[in-house]
């Protein structure tokens, strides 16, 4: 079956406890993207990739980090988190190319940093 | 910069009730416009999307046009279902970077 995975699903840490959420995908896309959603502020992008070793800033990108070693995984790093990043994760996919081609959501990551 | 405005929600409708959900946006150059629906507890999914102007996106009986002249993408469905109860994102997207509207709630009732 064609998905993007989180991992994990649900993390409750503390201040400043470097934390990694991971992301995978199976339908061998170039391109991937991290995203945040708040109440009232809808989806913001953080970073986003267009294939292996290249990455670039979305909207949000302060306190977090990324990488892409490998085409399937786009993990989103918080080395040192802060209760404004308490929030819901979304990771995606899609195909390189033009911005039509659709995007694949993954379940969500749901942060809380006390 | 590029910017989305949604209608702010919630909505709540009666069953077969006709739905509109406002949407526009600010853009340099020419991007495609999208509206994803997420339902409880799940991502996002593609609802429709239209890239170029006066293009008609449809999918499931909801249906989208791209206006350039009033910069909108209006989502409409002619008979909500109760399971059309979810979260209504607009979005446009460049080359590489997506903006997206701050959602829409629908709540149809039986």
């Known amino acids: 079956e064609a998905q993007v995975t989180q991992n994990p699903r649900y993390l409750i840490t503390v201040t400043g406890k470097k934390l990694t959420v991971t992301c995978s995908q199976n339908?061998?896309?170039?391109?991937m993207s991290w995203y945040r959603q708040d109440p009232g502020l809808g989806l913001r992008q953080i970073y986003y990739s267009m294939n292996v070793e290249v990455t670039d800033k979305g909207d949000v990108p302060e306190g977090y980090k990324v990488s892409r070693k490998e085409k399937r995984n786009f993990p989103l790093i918080l080395e040192s988190p802060s209760p404004n990043q308490t929030s819901l994760y979304f990771c995606a996919s899609r195909l390189a190319g033009e911005s039509y081609n659709e995007q694949f959501f993954g379940p969500g990551t749901r942060l809380t940093v006390l | 910069g590029d910017s989305v405005t949604q209608m702010e929600g919630p909505v709540t409708l009666s069953e077969e009730a006709f739905l509109t959900i406002n949407c526009t946006y600010t853009a340099t150059g020419y991007p495609s416009l999208f509206w994803y629906v997420q339902y409880p507890g799940e991502g996002l999914q593609l609802l429709l999307k239209a890239t170029k102007a006066d293009d008609k996106g449809s999918n499931k009986g909801f249906e989208a046009t791209y206006r350039k002249e009033t910069t909108s993408f209006h989502l409409e469905k002619g008979s909500v279902q109760v399971s059309d109860s979810a979260v209504y994102f607009c979005?446009?997207?460049?080359?590489?970077?997506?903006?997206f509207g701050t959602g829409t709630r629908l709540k149809v009732l039986a």
């Open positions: 979005a446009l997207g460049g080359t590489y970077k997506y903006i």
């Open positions: 339908m061998n896309h170039e391109y």
